[in-house]
């Protein structure tokens, strides 16, 4: 593996770190050991010598504001003070009624971060340095991160969705200020989130930009944009996409994490056999 490929690596290492925060979303165990480390990861990751903290600072007043941003979203959500994830005993406990702002604090970051990344596989393939086994990875990992986020987002939606239809009834199907705090709040927040990641997907393949279109379908039935197949329940129809993200994930996470573990023993070896030493950075795209 090449010097750049080492470094798009790192900054790719980064975003993982980034993408693995949506985790806390689901309602399972969390480790701390596992929410240190990735604590470490993302604030070490911002310092001077860092391949993502030269870029920054090499890229002065966009390389700042992405910096601030980063660190605003690590202090909310891994902060002593964070009221979203607290230590408790040797585990993290999560206010789940609080998913939306970890989906707040990741969505955007991570696309900014992620542009790092692709502007680095384009300056390497200007410079005849780019390598199939990190284009691969980064390939898979736009599939998985866009799956991961629909998937986590779209059963958010689909809860709160149900409030809505739940206070809509309890009115007689009058708007109130409690059913016009959830569109404004939650719905139209969380189908931002899933448009937004659409909208800025990397991926070209026909089954995972229709498995992402059916997302968005199934946004505007429920806002009234578009007619139900079939005139399906919301409850079959919200079956119906969870199901299919569901089985999609089966499928793009293990071949990510094949090509992960490739990548990251190569870059194991590399690292044993030059201790204390860092790659060398590239001229850098600016940001």
């Keep these: 593996m090449n010097q750049t490929s080492q470094f798009i ?3 790719y290492h980064y975003l993982l770190n980034l993408r693995d925060t949506l985790e806390y979303a689901l309602p ?3 480790e701390l050991l596992m929410f240190e480390q990735r604590k ?6 911002l310092n001077e010598g860092s391949a993502l903290g030269n870029f920054l600072i090499q890229n002065k007043e966009n390389g700042e504001k992405i910096k601030n941003a980063l660190s605003e979203a690590i202090d909310e959500l891994y902060g002593d003070d964070s009221t979203v994830l607290k230590k408790a005993g040797d585990k993290i406990r999560v206010d789940h009624t609080q998913n939306l702002k970890i989906f707040e604090v990741i969505v955007g970051n991570s696309e900014s971060v992620r542009d790092i990344v692709y502007g680095y596989l384009n300056f390497a393939r200007s410079k005849g340095e780019l390598e199939d086994e990190i284009v691969d ?6 599939v998985l991160y866009r799956t991961i986020l629909a998937t986590l987002v779209i059963r958010e939606f689909e809860k709160s969705f149900a409030e809505f239809q739940k206070v809509m009834t309890d009115n007689k199907g009058k708007p109130s200020p409690q059913s016009n705090y959830i569109v404004q709040n939650e719905i139209n927040k969380l189908s931002g989130f899933l448009r937004f990641s659409r909208q800025h997907c990397h991926a070209t393949d ?6 992402l279109d059916d997302v968005n379908k199934v946004i505007e039935m429920c806002e009234g944009r578009r007619d139900r197949v079939d005139n ?4 079959d129809i919200f079956t119906d996409i969870n199901t299919h993200l569901n089985n999609y994930l089966k499928i793009v996470e293990p071949a990510w994490k094949e090509q992960y573990e490739k990548v990251f023993k190569e870059m194991v ?17 600016k940001a």
């Excluded at 470490?40 to 990751?45: E, S």
């Excluded at 026909?206 to 498995?211: A, H, P, R």
């Excluded at 399906?232 to 409850?235: D, N, Q, R």
């Design 9 to 11: 690596f790192n900054i």
């Design 28 to 30: 399972r165990e969390h």
């Design 40 to 45: 470490k990861v993302l604030l070490q990751g």
């Design 137 to 142: 990875l980064v390939k898979k990992d736009e």
């Design 232 to 235: 399906k329940s919301f409850k």
């Design 269 to 285: 070896e590399l690292e044993r056999n030059r201790k204390n030493q860092t790659p060398s950075e590239p001229s850098e795209p």
């Design 206 to 211: 026909n089954t995972t930009l229709d498995l």
